[in-house]
């Protein structure tokens, strides 16, 4: 080697090595936010269910688990608050006046990616998504997603509703995939892609599942693994889910007690009805049990490419579980085997009464088993509260939007001309401190109004009078205490529509009611 030669290597070298110092790989955390639709509180094994998800159970153990998690009790309404740190009132269907979590954390340097369900109109590829591949209406059926037309050799979907689904630009108004298309693995199977593709850069990924809605599809395989768990009936799974929660820590006896049943009495049911009904739950489970699965496969990727560690993992739930029975919009043909492509059920009261254990009614509700839902938070290398926690803070999904701005630095900035977010960062949370939030959360969807400020939670429906209830003493709402503490009442009753009004302008007055018409004998 000459000297001339030498020199060239050298400065070769030391210029390689000074631009890897001037180009550090970026240490902010990749963020996953998997949600589920109308899954019961105590849905998932570390929750006190019965059916297998070892991969959120893991999740679990080794992050936090959160029992006060609020959501708006409502689909779409939830998704606007997920997405733009807002209360659903500011905006609509359609997201105006907003900036959604690709709009603010795209520019801050990351990828963004959503999978699955949308519940809105507009295409997020255009509102600051690199990629989105899913479904633009409410709930599909699982199997064949066009609704209308039946693929050769089976019978015409359960499900017959026909959404636009969206392929990055590209909107597809007739979506007809092959015939092993499922929901739940397609929509893991395009997030996996973009995994693979991107290793370098942090990345936020929605997974918005929709499973498990109704209609009640899944897979044969994961049916069986519940053929006769549920023959004891709503009950008794309700009870033995409690316990299991007790057990677990998640709730205490003296101020957690069984909300009241609201279920048609099981031994009341002929034979077969209670098999139907049992059915209909096993297909339940059997969704949530590939939902984990699902998860399960995200986790594989995350691990092989070297990002498990730095990602926050927040899996939850858009709402309570669902009592509504919409048998009408199914098949005439009640023949056709239930969780496949042409059946159309969904499991109705009974059971969401009992996968919502210990809480008091269901979607679209203002009492907790409407709008508070399980969280798991999962980040090895920036949770600092201890391993297997319980969080029992209040927290909504208002402050994800804000949690994540932290996360990514200050280059995540809310556009000006929007409205600032309503919500408050929950890093405090993940590193085991308390959240100093300045307000108390407030709801409104539908018929319900309510007001959790602290320990106490307000709560009207429609026009009837306000009711009070201490959550620290009565987590399940059984105890009535607005007579005795009427000043706070009329406090909380005041925040409330002074909030109403400064989100919608106006003030807020009962919707009247239907009027029957009445037949005319001729």
């Known amino acids: 080697m000459t000297a001339r030669t030498g020199l060239s290597t050298f ?35 570390c929750f006190g269910s019965e059916i297998q998800t070892p991969n959120l159970d893991r999740l679990a153990k080794n992050g936090i688990r959160f029992t006060q998690m609020y959501n708006t009790s409502k689909c779409w309404t939830t998704r606007i608050s997920l997405l733009t740190g807002l209360y659903h009132q500011r905006s609509d269907r359609d997201f ?5 979590a690709g709009e603010v954390l795209r520019p801050a340097g990351y990828r963004t990616w959503w999978s699955g369900k949308h519940h809105a109109s507009f295409n997020p590829y255009h509102r600051g998504f690199d990629h989105f591949s899913g479904f633009l209406g409410g709930a599909i059926n699982f199997w064949n997603p066009d609704g209308r037309i039946a693929r050769k050799g089976e019978p015409v979907p359960g499900w017959g509703a026909n959404y636009d689904w969206a392929f990055d630009e590209k909107i597809v ?8 298309f499922y929901a739940t693995d397609d929509f893991t199977d395009w997030a996996l892609e973009w995994l693979r593709q991107e290793k370098d ?10 499973a498990p809605h109704w209609p009640l599809h899944a897979h044969q395989k994961d049916i069986a693994k519940y053929r006769g768990v549920y023959d004891g009936g709503y009950e008794a799974l309700r009870r033995q889910r ?15 007690a069984l909300s009241p049943p609201e279920h048609r009495d099981w031994s009341a049911l002929s034979a077969e009805e209670r098999a139907k009904e049992s059915l209909r739950m096993q297909i339940h489970a059997a969704m949530v049990d590939r939902v984990d699965q699902n998860v399960g ?53 009974g059971w969401a009464n009992a996968v919502n254990s210990p809480l008091r009614k269901w979607k679209v509700q203002g009492l907790e088993g409407g709008i508070c ?46 409205p600032a977010t309503d919500g408050t960062s929950i890093v405090p949370l ?93």
């Not at 105006?96 to 959604?100: I, K, P, R, V």
Request: charged share 25%; with cysteine.
């Open 11 to 45: 400065l070769c070298l030391f210029s390689l090595a000074l631009s890897a110092v001037g180009e550090r790989p970026d240490s902010r955390p990749n963020i996953i936010v998997i949600m589920t639709d109308d899954m019961g509180y105590s849905d998932l094994g």
């Open 96 to 100: 105006s006046n907003t900036a959604l």
């Open 173 to 180: 108004k007739d979506y007809l995939p092959d015939k092993g």
């Open 201 to 210: 850069k942090p990345f936020f990924l929605y997974l918005a599942y929709n």
């Open 242 to 256: 409690y316990q299991r929660q007790l057990k677990m820590g998640l709730f205490k006896e003296k101020n957690t």
């Open 297 to 349: 496969r995200i986790l594989a990727q995350l691990k092989k490419n070297g990002q498990l560690d730095n990602t926050l993992i927040l899996f939850l739930v858009d709402n309570g579980a669902s009592h509504e029975n919409p048998g009408k919009r199914g098949p005439k043909d009640t023949t056709v085997p239930m969780g496949t492509v042409g059946s159309f059920e969904a499991i109705g009261q």
């Open 373 to 418: 839902t399980p969280m798991i938070a999962h980040w090895p290398k920036g949770i600092t509260a201890p391993a297997n926690s319980i969080c029992r803070e209040p927290a909504h999904l208002i402050d994800l939007l804000p949690t994540f701005m932290e996360l990514a630095g200050k280059s995540a900035k809310y556009p000006g001309n929007i």
């Open 430 to 522: 993940l590193k085991g401190t308390k959240l100093n939030r300045p307000n108390p959360l407030f709801f409104q969807y539908g018929a319900w109004q309510v007001v959790r400020d602290n320990q106490w939670k307000l709560v009207q429906q429609n026009a009837n009078p306000w009711e009070l209830y201490d959550l620290s003493r009565d987590r399940t709402e059984t105890q009535n205490l607005a007579t005795q503490y009427s000043d706070r009442v009329k406090e909380m009753t005041q925040q409330w529509q002074a909030w109403y009004r400064d989100c919608t302008g106006a003030d807020w007055k009962p919707k009247p009611k239907k009027k029957k018409n009445k037949k005319v004998k001729k």
